[in-house]
């Protein structure tokens, strides 16, 4: 099947909205993802509730808000399109305003010596692991005979944060949107599954907390998907998770600003045009993953008003979680409100091998790495 083909419409657009459609379209979109939320918090207690005293009562409690809000998201994603409406309330399935915004208040439920206590080896898995799977996905791209741009694009989805690392490569390479769409497409496709494959996997390996934590946020491609399967294993994987991928979102901007230049200089050089060092910081600011810093801001004003209020300083920090809790789970039901099938059919096979086989030495390559930087560690 070839691989410039035409971008299917559900991915043209980033966020599957049309500008052209009236305001009130994305306020009904809104209200789906909040009527949804309310759902998911609804069945996160009722289902244990009814579940008690029964042979499920083990595996009721076990599911997280995830798992409800992820599969609300998709059933109504099929109501939605069955009815022809999907698209027009598009506009309010805001997953990437959901999701930063629930990690910022997620800086204030993490303490900001845990995140010094983690950053040693969350910068030092960050990197080895960015760097042995970015290295490994553009050669393997390579012998499947894929264009450069595309192995780059592959490349930075799989190594650093899926669908952000994607489109920040795609800026600074130059791809055409028919390999973005390709590339986000299996973003999604891999990352669903892995939210509920790697807790499981967890608990047949025995890994503890900061293991499952470090390991999910070096593997799963997008943030959101981290946050949601870090929330199934627990409290404390969902902290390190989330700064493990963090870690890696910083280099999200040093890789766009390597790959210009070497799309500069090596691939696609511009009749010998130089860029220069204004150019590359002006690029590495750009592509920075902002909500990083408001996450780290977040987590030293909590720290510094739990020291100087106490006690009486929980209850602000009791209402961040419940605020950071709701983000995310508009993010978990927006995030199956957008998947579309539709913009798999025209994917070739080859960039699903090279993107298959990249997950999986990810998968490898993290554990081990994981298992001997956070043995030990306690959150």
Partial sequence: MSESTTTPPDVAAPDGADPA????????????????AAVTRFLESAVPAAAEGTGFAGVAKAVEYPVYAILLGLAANAVLSALGIRRRLAGGFRTEFFIKTGLVLLGSTVLFDVIIKAAGPAILQA?????????????????????????ALLASSVSICG???????????????????YTASLVILFALPSIFLLPWLVEIIGLNAAQAGAWIGGNID?????????AIVGEGALQIASIVKSTQNI????????????????VAPAGGATVGIGTWARTLWDRFPKFVLGFLAASIIATLWASAMGEAGAAGLDTAKALRDWFLIAAFTSIGLEFSVNSLKEVGWRPIGVFALATLFNL????ILASLLFRGFSV
Avoid at 21 to 36: N, T
Avoid at 172 to 180: D, G, I, S, T, Y
Avoid at 222 to 230: D, F, L
Avoid at 364 to 367: K, R
């Fill in 163 to 181: 669908v952000s690392a994607a489109i920040a490569a795609a800026g600074a390479v130059q791809a055409r949107k028919e390999q973005l769409a």
């Fill in 364 to 367: 490898v390559v993290g554990l």
């Fill in 21 to 36: 459609r009236p305001w009130y379209w994305a306020l009904l979109g809104v209200a789906v993802v909040v009527l949804l």
């Fill in 251 to 266: 280099l999200m901007g040093v890789a766009a600003v390597l790959l210009t230049a070497y799309f500069t200089f090596r």
């Fill in 222 to 230: 997008t943030t959101a998907a981290v946050a949601a399967s870090g």
């Fill in 127 to 151: 990197i080895l692991l960015v760097s042995a799977v970015f290295l490994f996905t553009w050669w393997l791209g390579g012998r499947f005979g894929l264009d450069d741009r595309l192995r």
